[in-house]
């Protein structure tokens, strides 16, 4: 039987088809057997016989055969950043370890067979296409083996065409001996090609974090990490493919049991999880040196979780003077219902942080470097020796740093946290937050977060992936104008001070330079003028948005006194340190020159 140019008979065959004939060029086998045991062979459709290739095939004719968790992967993957090898990382970790999966107990589950790395590419488009549309096979790209050393020497077969690629694989195809269907559906151990170790979950296999050891900086696993090799979903699509569901359905009630017993990693529920969603935590994973990352609905989100899953009730945080606002509001009038203290120290007093370390039992500190809105830095390493002492965990939220001007957790953080609606996600559509570290802190913060919701939606989760691809380059740009502009502003006549930290008249330059590559595309300013002559040169900006965030591919301008503190009276927004002619300036990506005659023109007009 013959359909879209594919020949059937027990035995499954892909073949390619052309207007003036049918040629075979490629043919998936599955290895099916009559319950007679007798071998059906393949009709011939020209005189070039066909290539059999025995593959994992995922197929709905034939549901007795594939059990369990059988899933084709694309590409051998990687998902983090180059660091020492920590076992057990990963989100699927916990229960990869302890699974084995063999053919004794899961039937063909993991007869997986392997292909030089660049097989897939080496079809031609009209053998993929029909490939695609007929639906029958996924073709699966992987290394010959599950050797590492091997996996990167590219096989012979792969440099070859498709000719040599598919002859080398019928070669092999012929080896392997046929099992007869009640030999398999009894258990009988399997013929593996090229020893093929099946002891672990291909799925689990392919969600694990695997070194990146060809790709050395930050820009380049902003575009590749999570996604050039590592992704858990098929496809060979660029673009990480957005998984638009509220559940995942199991096979089989003994699936579901594998799963709550952690005999095997699946996605469950939305709220749980999504494979786009884990595409962007791996990817930021990699940018933080991270064994983990919890992606949210927002900053706000990852701040408040994070808060009540390790601070206890009736415990004891540290904080700074400095601050978002509803951070602090979050911490002085919700926290308490708990029984949850704060003290709160200025970003550079030390000797304030020891003294809450020696008189209460911390649990955590938690403050932003570069601060909101005056940019103020956290001397990250140190405050961390000294929380460490006293067994305090510290959270640094580094969302005005990035994870390219500043790594915390280098710097001795527990935690790091970010914003992601700002420079990550960096194009002012998409609200999400994320915090990074250990794997156990982030599991104890999802398994909240898992309770309390505030799940971040597949679609927005590919706009973080999307706008990180550019966040090295957008960063660059931002970092640079900052700067410029910032040493601009302060040699004006009518600004009377600016706060940014590349600035050497800035308090913690010196920690800054220490801690930072770059100092970000924010800058906070004074004007020389009360609250209306502010107004005025806000007002007379062209290039800027009037609006409430900062960090994306647009500049953004705004008046603390009035967009974040203006139900506050005049004096209470003055012991925040908030005045009436406070600006801050988040410089997009615009030319520098643009947005030099534009804010020179505005200046003038005050």
């Given amino acids: 039987m013959q359909k879209y140019g594919c020949t059937y008979t027990k035995d499954i065959y892909l073949t390619t088809s052309t207007k003036r004939n049918r040629m075979p060029s490629l043919a998936v086998r599955v290895l099916l057997n009559h319950t007679e045991g007798k071998r059906d062979r393949p009709r011939e459709t020209s005189a070039t016989s066909l290539h059999r290739i025995p593959m994992a095939i995922s197929m709905t004719s034939y549901p007795k055969i594939f059990h369990s968790h059988f899933e084709c992967r694309s590409d051998p993957e990687f998902s983090s950043s180059p660091r020492p090898e920590k076992a057990g990382t990963g989100r699927f970790a916990a229960c990869a370890s302890s699974i084995h999966v063999g053919a004794t107990s899961h039937g063909l589950s993991s007869l997986i067979y392997r292909f030089p790395p660049?097989?897939?590419?080496?079809?031609?488009?009209?053998?993929?296409?029909?490939?695609?549309?007929?639906?029958?096979?996924?073709?699966?790209?992987?290394?010959?083996?599950?050797?590492?050393?091997?996996?990167?020497?590219p096989s012979p077969a792969a440099a070859n065409a498709v000719d040599a690629a598919a002859a080398a694989a019928t070669a092999t195809a012929e080896s392997v001996p046929v099992t007869p269907l009640e030999e398999l559906q009894a258990g009988t151990d399997l013929p593996v090609v090229d020893n093929f170790e099946s002891s672990q979950d291909v799925q689990l296999k392919d969600l694990?974090?695997?070194?990146?050891?060809?790709?050395?900086?930050?820009?380049?696993?902003?575009?590749?990490?999570?996604?050039?090799?590592?992704?858990?979903?098929?496809?060979?699509?660029?673009?990480?493919?957005?998984?638009?569901?509220?559940?995942?359905?199991?096979?089989?009630?003994?699936?579901?049991?594998?799963?709550k017993e952690k005999r095997r990693a699946s996605f469950e529920y939305g709220r749980y999880g999504n494979p786009t969603t884990l595409v962007a935590e791996e990817k930021i994973s990699a940018l933080e040196g991270a064994e983990s990352t919890l992606i949210m609905a927002s900053g706000m989100c990852a701040s408040t979780v994070m808060l009540m899953a390790l601070v206890p009730a009736g415990g004891h945080m540290v904080t700074t003077t400095d601050c978002y606002r509803k951070t602090?509001?979050?911490?002085?009038?919700?926290?308490?219902?708990?029984?949850?203290?704060?003290?709160?120290?200025?970003?550079?007093?030390?000797?304030?942080?020891?003294?809450?370390?020696?008189k209460h039992k911390v649990s955590l500190f938690f403050t932003e470097s570069p601060t909101n809105p005056f940019l103020r830095c956290v001397d990250i390493k140190l405050v961390s020796d000294l929380c460490h002492r006293k067994g305090a965990l510290v959270c640094i939220d580094g969302t005005?740093?990035?994870?390219?001007?500043?790594?915390?957790?280098?710097?001795?953080?527990?935690?790091?946290?970010?914003?992601?609606?700002?420079?990550?996600?960096?194009?002012?559509?998409?609200?999400?937050?994320?915090?990074?570290?250990?794997?156990n802190l982030i599991s104890e913060i999802r398994n909240l977060h898992h309770i309390l919701g505030g799940a971040l939606n597949s679609n927005a989760a590919y706009l973080i992936i999307r706008g990180m691809k550019t966040l090295?380059?957008?960063?660059?740009?931002?970092?640079?104008?900052?700067?410029?502009?910032?040493e601009l502003l302060e040699a004006h006549p009518k600004v009377n001070r600016v706060?940014?930290?590349?600035?050497?008249?800035?308090?913690?330059?010196?920690?800054?330079?220490?801690?930072?590559t770059g100092f970000g595309g924010v800058v906070s300013f004074e004007v020389d003028g009360d609250l209306m002559k502010t107004i005025k040169f806000v007002d007379s900006l062209k290039i800027p948005y009037i609006a409430p965030s900062f960090g994306g591919c647009e500049s953004i301008v705004d008046q603390p006194a009035i967009m974040s503190y203006w139900d506050l009276s005049q004096s209470e927004r003055a012991k925040y340190g908030i005045l009436d002619n406070l600006v801050r300036f988040s410089f997009g990506v615009e030319d520098f020159e643009d947005l030099k005659v534009d804010i020179l023109q505005a200046l003038e007009t005050i």
């Avoid at 699509?237 to 594998?258: C, G, Q, W």
């Avoid at 219902?337 to 942080?353: F, H, Q, R």
């Avoid at 008249?505 to 010196?510: F, G, I, K, L, Y």
Wanted: hydrophobic residues 40%.
């Fill in 472 to 486: 090295h380059l957008r960063v660059q740009q931002q970092n640079s104008t900052a700067q410029r502009m910032a």
């Fill in 208 to 259: 694990d974090l695997k070194e990146a050891s060809f790709l050395s900086f930050d820009g380049s696993l902003a575009i590749h990490a999570g996604e050039r090799l590592g992704r858990g979903i098929v496809t060979d699509a660029i673009t990480t493919p957005i998984v638009n569901t509220s559940a995942y359905f199991f096979k089989k009630t003994s699936e579901l049991i594998d799963f």
């Fill in 328 to 358: 602090r509001i979050f911490i002085e009038t919700i926290l308490p219902k708990m029984g949850i203290t704060a003290t709160v120290i200025d970003p550079a007093d030390m000797k304030g942080l020891e003294s809450a370390l020696e």
């Fill in 499 to 516: 706060y940014y930290p590349g600035l050497s008249s800035h308090p913690e330059h010196q920690v800054a330079k220490q801690q930072m």
């Fill in 118 to 153: 660049n097989f897939v590419r080496q079809l031609n488009t009209k053998a993929r296409r029909n490939c695609s549309n007929i639906g029958v096979a996924q073709v699966v790209a992987a290394s010959w083996s599950n050797n590492t050393a091997a996996a990167r020497v």
């Fill in 400 to 439: 005005f740093a990035t994870p390219l001007n500043q790594k915390a957790l280098a710097l001795g953080a527990d935690l790091i946290l970010h914003s992601a609606t700002k420079f990550i996600g960096g194009h002012n559509d998409v609200l999400a937050g994320c915090i990074s570290g250990p794997l």
